[in-house]
């Protein structure tokens, strides 16, 4: 059984950093690329950023491109999101997923696990 876990989170002014992190088990993590996906209250749940397999491939919403860096560890079976310059409109509960065909793509729909979520809050 696949799990993702994400721990991190929290409350950030506006223009600081924040990193989370989602930690992959019961499965080989080098086998699935992995996306970070949002939702704002009243929003319906958006692409983030992703990461193919191996990490050499990434690829990010217009709306956070130059600020949001996705990475992965294969050895430690976690994927994070460093985000800087947070702005109030970053607030969303934050979900990573995982997809079997190992690109970076930004249709929910093609990601097959899913983390429980975790709360960002950015303060003006």
């Known amino acids: 059984q696949v799990q993702l876990v994400e721990p991190g989170g929290g409350l950030v002014q506006a223009g600081g950093p924040l990193r989370l992190s989602c930690a992959v088990s019961g499965s080989t993590f080098s086998n699935y690329a992995m996306g970070w996906f949002r939702q704002a209250p009243g929003k319906e749940r958006e692409f983030v950023a992703a990461i193919n397999r191996s990490g050499g491939v990434t690829n990010y919403a217009d709306s956070v491109k130059g600020r949001f860096t996705i990475s992965r560890d294969n050895a430690k079976n976690t994927v994070y999101l460093q985000m800087t310059t947070l702005k109030p409109e970053d607030t969303a509960i934050y979900y990573c997923?995982?997809?079997?065909?190992?690109?970076?793509?930004?249709?929910?729909?093609?990601?097959?696990?899913w983390g429980q979520g975790t709360q960002v809050t950015v303060s003006s």
């Open positions: 997923a995982s997809n079997v065909y190992g690109l970076a793509i930004r249709d929910d729909r093609r990601y097959n696990y």
